[in-house]
Nanobody
Framework: QVQLVESGGGLVQAGGSLRLSCAAS????????MGWFRQAPGKEREFVAH????????LYSDSVKGRFTISRDNIKNTVYLQMNSLKPEDTAVYYC????????????????WGQGTEVTVSS
C-alpha cells in the first residue's frame, strides 16, 4: 500500500520560511517523479514544483520560482519543499504527489497523493 505523508505545515508570518516534508512508503521511490501541489480555499489545485527521479531536474511554477526549492533524498524516501519569503497568497493546503510515467504540471499525470499539510501565512 502506497502512502505519502506530508508534514511541516503551520502558521508563519509573511517573509518567513517553512520546510515541508513528504515521506513515501510502499513504492520504489526512485522510480517516481515527485511533485508538490497546493490548493487554496475556493480555488483549484495548482502545480507548485516537481523533481525528477534522481533529482537533477526541477520545475517550478512562476509564482514560487526563486522562493521555493524542491529536493529529494532517495535513501530516506522523502521529498522536501523549502519555502522562503512566504507571502499571504501562499496560504493553502500543500500536497505531495508521485508520478510513475510521463509527468507534467497536470495533477492528472500523478498516480499517488498525500493527505496534505496546511500552510497559513499571515500578513
Amino acid at each position: 500500500q502506497v502512502q505519502l505523508v506530508e508534514s511541516g505545515g503551520g502558521l508563519v508570518q509573511a517573509g518567513g520560511s517553512l520546510r515541508l516534508s513528504c515521506a513515501a512508503s510502499g513504492l520504489t521511490f526512485s522510480n517516481y517523479v515527485m511533485g508538490w501541489f497546493r490548493q487554496a480555499p475556493g480555488k483549484e489545485r495548482e502545480f507548485v514544483a516537481h523533481i525528477s527521479r534522481n533529482g537533477p531536474t526541477t520545475l517550478y511554477s512562476d509564482s514560487v520560482k526563486g522562493r521555493f526549492t524542491i529536493s529529494r533524498d532517495n535513501i530516506k524516501n522523502t521529498v522536501y519543499l523549502q519555502m522562503n519569503s512566504l507571502k499571504p497568497e501562499d496560504t493553502a493546503v500543500y500536497y505531495c504527489a508521485a508520478g510513475r510515467g510521463i509527468v507534467t504540471r497536470s495533477a492528472s499525470s500523478y498516480d499517488y497523493w498525500g493527505q496534505g499539510t496546511e500552510v497559513t501565512v499571515s500578513s
